[in-house]
Every structure is written in C-alpha cells, then in structure tokens.
C-alpha cells in the first residue's frame, strides 16, 4: 500500500454480461490504483475489457452488465453503492471522460459554444444569485478560457461553429475541452486521438499529457497502443482477458517486462529497424467459458502444469511492480 | 480584434450560404414549388378573408331569396347557394377554418405525442411498454372510426371535432419519435454527454429531440393535408362544423342534394379541399428532400 490514500481505488472488480451464450466473466477480479495527479494508462489488447472498465468507473455499463463483486473507491466513496442521480452529479465535476472518436462524440445539430455552455450551466443555470442571461456570459467567457488552453485556433469564432465544420483534430480538442471545463480530479481517455493522423494523435497527446500536469489531474489512458501509453504515462497497467497481468512504472516496463504477455505486446511493436514483430499466437479466449486458471496459459510460450491448475495471483515480484504469473513466484518463496 | 471579427463575418456570411443552399434544393422540384405557392396563397387567404373576400357577410347566416343558385359568373365567380350566398367568399372563410384546425389538432399531437415517444425510447421499462402497447391500440383503429366514436359521444361542434381528431392522431407522432429515439440514443454524443454529467431528461430533451425535428416537421407538413380532410369528412358526417359555418365539408354536405344540376355548391368547397390536401403534400416532400441531403451531411461528419 501506498501512504497516501489513492484517488481512485478499483478493489477485485468483477464483472459479468449477461449473453445469449450465457455469462460472460468479462472483468475477472482487477486491482488498479491512480493517486492524485498521476497518470496511468491501461493497456491491452482489443476487447481484454478496458473499456468496461473505464464505464464502470463512470457507472455507464450496459443494461446487461451485471458487477458481480469489488469496489470502486473513488476519494474514499465506494461508487458502487451511489444512487443513479448521485452517480450522475459526480460525472462532469469530479470523473469526466474524453471519448474515442471526434466525429461522433459531438452532437452535430448545436455549435461548440452551445455544448460547453451546456455542460457548465447544467448545474448552477438558472441559479438564484445569478440572472440566467449574466450565468451565460459568465460561461461564455470560461468556454472560451478553455478553448484556448486546448488550443483551438480561434476559440471565440469557434464558439459559433457546428461540429461538422471542425476539423477532426479541433473536434478532439473541443471534446478534451468538454471534458476540463468543469475541472474534474479524474479524467478517463478512451483510446484518445486513435481515430486522427498519427503526426496529429502525438500533439494532441503530448499537449494533453502537459495539460492534466499542470493542473494536477489524474489520467486513466485506455489504449491498445504502448507507445501512446509510453508517451503520456507514469504507470502502466498490462491488461488481459479481463484481468490484470503487470503493472509496472512506464520506463521500466519498456526496459523489462515480466509477464509472458507483456513480452509478447512489446515484441509485437513494428520498428523501423529489422523485422515486422512477431506478434502472439492465438487469440483472446472465450469469456464465457475461460481458461481455468491462467487466462493467458493457451497462448503461453513458458506455460507449464501449475498454471492450468492454480490461477496466478498479482504479487509484488519487485518494488512498486507486480505481476500474475507463476513464472515469478515472488520474493518470499 | 480585426481577425476574429472577419472570422465571424465570414462565419455569418457560410450560415447564409447554408440556407440558400437548401432553399435551392427546395427549388429544383417544381412540384415543392407548387406545394409552397399553393400554401402561400391559402394562408394569406385564410389571414386576410374579410378583406378579399367579395361578400364577408356571406360566411355566417346570411339569407338572400332574390340571389339563389346563381351559377359562376362574373359577380359571384364559383356563384351562389340555396339561401343566395356567395361560394367564393364561404371558401374563403372556410380555409381559416381547415388550417386553424388542422394546426390546433397537430400542435395536440405533437405536445402529447412527442414526449411519450422520447420517454418510451429513451427509458425502458415496464412504463415506456405501457406507453407503446397503448399507442399501438391506438393506432389499430382506423382514425376515422375513433373520431366518429369521440365526437359522437361528445356534442358535434368545431372544437370537439378538433378534440376527436388530436385524440386519434398523437400516437402516429409517438411512433415516429420513439423508433428515431432508438436509433439516436445508440450515437456516441448521447454517452458523451452522460459523460459529463447530463441528466436523463437533459440527454432527451436537450440531446436527442433537437436530432429528430427534421423527420417530425416532414411529417407535420404531411399531417396537415390529412387531417384537413378527416375534419372535412366529419364535417360532411354532421359531426364537425354545423351550419352556417362556412366549412368545407359543411358545405359540401349542404351542397349534395343539389347535384347534378346545382354542381357549383359542392364542387368548389371540394376543389378547395382537394388543392389545399395537395399543396401541403408536394411541400411536404420537397422538405424531405432538403432534410434528407442535411442529415447525410450531418452525419457523415465532414
């Protein structure tokens, strides 16, 4: 444990979907951990189950979704057991998120100014103090503060632009600036930038990266892409098939990597130099009747008999670093 | 400073470009065209009746012996009635009736229609199951038939009529809305705003309402053709307007003991009712046209 008590605390959360095929144990009892103004960035690949996390921490799961056990601590509250209502006062002020993909992620039919304005006067509009149309220039100013710190071109014109008329990296910075505006502890970025220009992805990401550093906030990046993770955080949590295999501080997980999978992930990188990567063989297992113990052990270049009995657990293999495979029984044994 | 300021001068300059864009897919169906002419002119018809009309007072019950069954001609052009009042001035006066009923009756609709649709679409439950399961009987009965059955449980007069039709029509509007709630709530700015903390109300009212206006004013403009014509149909059934308002379908049901001979007294209300359920038809698809291209390009993104 940490001294200082973490801002957001995921304690064995499980989750379920309910399928047609049956139930689906989509998240198998993860740990993860943010303190304040860290960032950390969860990484594995598609459909190991990081996006469910990411929406069970804003509370957004699917109807069909069912969390089976766990606690998500945030700032000492276990979010679990709020209300829908009161869930939804904590998103936008304290938990924001900034979405995947700019062109779908804004409502076409409002301009820029019209959303941010929304999204601050949603709460105090209409206040008592404050006369409606005083609350809006009020707005309108801090739209436009925001709009310059994510540093769209011509943030008071963009005020009156639609959606479709950015482009696809203004309407990435339009949706980080919907999700600082109200100044959140917590932002989740959901593969941010995936969907622009790789030259544009990494300024946007560099300037995000800057940004919630300078304001103290705590990231949570969701990405398949260890160089994005690399770029923008401190930790990095190796997702798979629902659980978590390593977690390692950024620098020393591209130095050496302890989990078989996070080996493989990091093999897998194409570089300029030599030869494509080789990739994993295989591919992520079925959720709805997994591997017995280890998830990873089908695919595994090391497997060996324990790891179809015995499910590794996560274990402090070296400081402020752990790992859930047999391979490294830990420093005790 | 001088740049933001040619910016939003540039800006104001596209948002006009933008309309007469759409104005000039508007205009290349002649039909819409039509449509748009024939509706002008109605309304501008119905808003200045007492002063074009030829005889105003002919609307109400005015009674002239000396000037019965006066075929077409020059001085009364579509001529006159069994009690000798002119035609022309009682159609006139009978398109302030059909178009304040049909925007009274669509204005119901819509009010009651709407937010059951987004209520139904947006939440599930066992409530929004109610509200479509309801809507479906509703929409089992032919309209006509539920109209019939409203007004002749209630007094047959004007506003009744008005009451019976919105009492059948709200639930074409709850359909519409709900399957395009459907659609929408699955688009990712819906979640994005739940994101940042929008309510449930917020996300439909605010969120998704103003995505589908474009589908539900197609339908209104359509909708008008139609319930002109079941009021007039009520009307010619003795259930609507009654004598001497100068309805069209009153008139009609005056005018039909005189046919053949007298053709004149049913025909021209008819051809009022046939013009006006046709021009708010052709308008009703060239907005479609407009709309349909807008919402491609919305969606499309670029």
Same mark, same amino acid.
């Given at each position: 444990m940490r001294p200082v008590e973490p801002l957001l605390a995921v304690r064995n959360l499980t989750i379920d979907f309910h399928l047609f095929e049956g139930r689906a144990q989509v998240i198998n009892g993860i740990d993860l951990e943010i303190a304040r103004g860290e960032s950390v960035a969860l990484v594995g690949e598609t459909g190991c189950g990081k996006s469910v996390t990411a929406k069970a921490i804003l509370g957004l799961l699917p109807p069909n979704a069912e969390v089976v056990s766990g606690r998500i601590l945030f700032a000492g509250r276990d979010l679990l057991t709020l209300s829908p209502g009161e869930f939804q006062q904590l998103r936008g002020r304290r938990i924001a998120m900034i979405f995947q993909d700019p062109s779908t992620a804004l409502n076409p039919v409002f301009t820029v100014g019209e959303q941010l304005q929304d999204v601050l006067l949603q709460r105090d509009g209409g206040g008592r103090t404050w006369s409606r149309t005083r609350a809006r220039r009020a707005a309108r100013g801090r739209c436009v503060e925001?709009?310059?710190?994510?540093?769209? #071109?011509? #943030?008071?014109?963009?005020?009156?632009?639609?959606?479709?008329?950015?482009?696809?990296?203004?309407?990435?910075?339009?949706?980080?600036?919907?999700?600082?505006?109200?100044?959140?502890?917590?932002?989740?970025?959901?593969? /941010?930038?995936?969907?622009?220009d790789v030259s544009i992805q990494d300024q946007i990401l560099l300037e995000l990266r800057d940004l919630v550093r300078t304001r103290g906030t705590s990231m949570l990046y969701i990405t398949h892409n260890l160089g994005v993770a690399r770029m923008v955080s401190d930790r990095i949590y190796v997702m798979y098939a629902g659980e978590i295999a390593e977690i390692a501080p950024t620098q020393r997980l591209f130095t050496g990597q302890l989990h078989p999978y996070a080996q493989g992930l990091l093999a897998a990188i194409p570089r300029l130099t030599g030869t494509i990567g080789e990739g994993i063989e295989g591919r992520i297992p079925d959720y709805v009747?997994? /591997?017995?113990?280890c998830r990873f052990e089908p695919r595994c270049p090391f497997r060996m008999a324990v790891c179809r009995e015995v499910r590794p657990l996560l274990i402090e293999a070296e400081p402020d670093r752990s790992v859930a495979c047999h391979l490294h029984p830990g420093p005790k044994t | 400073m001088a740049g933001v300021a040619t910016m939003t001068r540039h800006l104001g300059a596209?948002?006009?470009?933008?309309?007469?864009?759409?104005?000039?897919?508007? +205009?290349?169906?002649?039909?819409?065209?039509?449509?748009?002419?024939?509706?002008?002119?109605?309304?501008?018809?119905?808003?200045?009746? #007492?002063?074009?009309?030829?005889? #105003?007072?002919?609307?109400?019950?005015?009674?002239?012996?000396?000037?019965?069954? +006066?075929? /077409?001609?020059?001085?009364?052009?579509?001529?006159?009635?069994?009690?000798?009042?002119?035609?022309?001035?009682?159609?006139?006066?009978?398109?302030?009736?059909?178009?304040?009923?049909?925007?009274?009756?669509?204005?119901?609709?819509?009010?009651?229609?709407?937010?059951?649709?987004?209520?139904a679409g947006y939440w599930t439950g066992w409530w929004s199951s109610l509200i479509m399961r309801v809507t479906d009987v509703f929409l089992a009965i032919p309209s006509i038939v539920l109209a019939l059955a409203v007004t002749a449980v209630l007094k047959p007069n004007l506003t009744n009529a008005m009451i019976a039709i919105a009492f059948t029509w709200w639930p074409w509007y709850t359909r519409l809305?709900?399957?395009?709630?459907?659609?929408?709530?699955?688009?990712?700015?819906?979640?994005?705003?739940?994101?940042?903390?929008?309510?449930?109300? +917020?996300v439909t009212f605010r969120e998704i309402l103003p995505n589908i206006w474009s589908p539900v004013i197609v339908k209104l403009t359509l909708d008008m053709g139609f319930v002109i014509l079941v009021e007039t149909g009520l009307s010619f059934l003795g259930l609507g307007a009654q004598p001497p308002t100068p309805a069209w379908g009153t008139m009609i049901a005056e005018g039909r003991i005189y046919l053949p001979g007298n053709w004149w007294l049913a025909t021209f209300p008819g051809l009022a009712i046939f013009v006006t359920v046709l021009g708010f038809n052709l308008l009703g698809d060239g907005l479609r046209d407009v709309f349909d291209v807008q919402i491609e390009q919305w969606r499309g993104g670029a």
């Open positions: 925001m709009l310059r710190v994510v540093r769209l #071109p011509d #943030p008071e014109g963009s005020l009156a632009r639609y959606p479709a008329e950015l482009s696809g990296g203004m309407r990435q910075r339009v949706l980080i600036a919907l999700a600082l505006i109200q100044n959140p502890e917590l932002v989740i970025a959901d593969e /941010p930038g995936t969907a622009l009747t997994p /591997p017995p113990a | 596209t948002r006009r470009e933008e309309w007469r864009r759409a104005w000039h897919r508007f +205009r290349a169906s002649t039909l819409s065209l039509v449509g748009l002419g024939i509706i002008l002119l109605m309304a501008g018809a119905a808003a200045l009746a #007492p002063l074009i009309a030829p005889h #105003p007072d002919h609307a109400g019950a005015f009674v002239d012996f000396t000037h019965t069954f +006066r075929p /077409p001609s020059r001085a009364y052009l579509f001529g006159t009635d069994d009690i000798g009042r002119d035609i022309l001035s009682r159609v006139i006066f009978g398109a302030r009736i059909s178009l304040s009923i049909g925007s009274v009756v669509l204005a119901i609709a819509l009010l009651i229609g709407v937010p059951l649709g987004l209520i809305v709900y399957g395009e709630v459907l659609s929408v709530k699955q688009e990712v700015f819906v979640e994005a705003s739940r994101s940042v903390g929008a309510s449930p109300w +917020r």
